[in-house]
C-alpha cells in the first residue's frame, strides 16, 4: 500500500496512522510485515521516510508519543511495543 509520494510502501497490513504535530512526523504500522515506517512531513505536506524500524508480526494501531517515540499494540504477545528510532 503506498503512503504518499516519496514514501513506497509502508508494508503489508498498514492499518492505520498517526501524526506528531510537534514532530511534523508520520508513524505507519504494517502488522503483516512487522514493520513501523517514520516520515517527515514538510511545511507543504510532503513526506519523506527516515526510518523503517522492525516490529512483530501482527503489531498495529500506532499511537505517536513525545521525542519520536511510537507505541504499537502486540495482540498476539499481550503487549505494548515502545519504538525509540536511534
Known amino acids: ?12 497490513g498498514l492499518d492505520n496512522i498517526d501524526y506528531s504535530a510537534s514532530e511534523k512526523k508520520v508513524y505507519a504500522g504494517a502488522s ?28 498495529r494501531s500506532v499511537i505517536a508519543g513525545r521525542r519520536s517515540t511510537a507505541y504499537l499494540i502486540d495482540p498476539a504477545g499481550g503487549s505494548i511495543l515502545k519504538v525509540v528510532p536511534q
Open 1 to 12: 500500500m503506498s503512503l504518499a509520494p516519496g514514501i513506497t510502501k509502508a508494508g503489508d
Open 32 to 59: 503483516v510485515v512487522g514493520t513501523l515506517t517514520i516520515a517527515s512531513v514538510d511545511d507543504l505536506g510532503g513526506m519523506i521516510a527516515v526510518a523503517t524500524i522492525p516490529t512483530v508480526k501482527g503489531a
